[in-house]
């Protein structure tokens, strides 16, 4: 792996490693933003979406900002992965029928999928987080 941090290229038995990564999470909020900190708000808040569903998810890493103006990279984004899940591709009829393609429309229900926004019932994205990294 390449730490773009230290300039240097490592290797690992394992991945995640076992040493110098915390397990984060990091919380939907409204508005589609994400952030470190769960939602502190008691009332029940979610984005819900019918049906249909894909979701895209980006895995971007910021350069730090050192303040030297000469480093051209300061406070880039880059995109690290990225990749788009079907969801509407993975459809099931609501209900048991012999033959999934003899289905007629009618064997097929809606499907709510809402991601939460409240502090008793968070939805979250679990992310290992290499620390300890100094350049």
Do not use: C, H
């Amino acid at each position: 792996m390449f730490e773009a941090g230290s300039n240097v290229w490592k290797r690992y038995d394992t991945w995640p490693p076992k040493t110098a990564v915390s397990p984060r999470s990091v919380y939907m909020r409204e508005g589609g933003a994400l952030a470190w900190e769960p939602p502190a708000t008691s009332a029940a808040a979610y984005d819900a979406y019918v049906s249909d569903v894909d979701y895209v998810v980006k895995l971007i890493d910021v350069y730090p900002d050192t303040g030297m103006k000469a480093l051209r990279m300061n406070g880039y984004p880059f995109m690290v992965a990225n990749d788009v899940f079907r969801a509407r591709f993975r459809k099931d009829p609501a209900k048991f029928v012999p033959n999934i393609f003899e289905a007629k429309p009618s064997d097929f229900r809606a499907a709510t999928q809402r991601l939460y926004r409240s502090k008793g019932m968070a939805s979250k994205i679990g992310l290992p987080v290499v620390t300890g990294i100094r350049p």
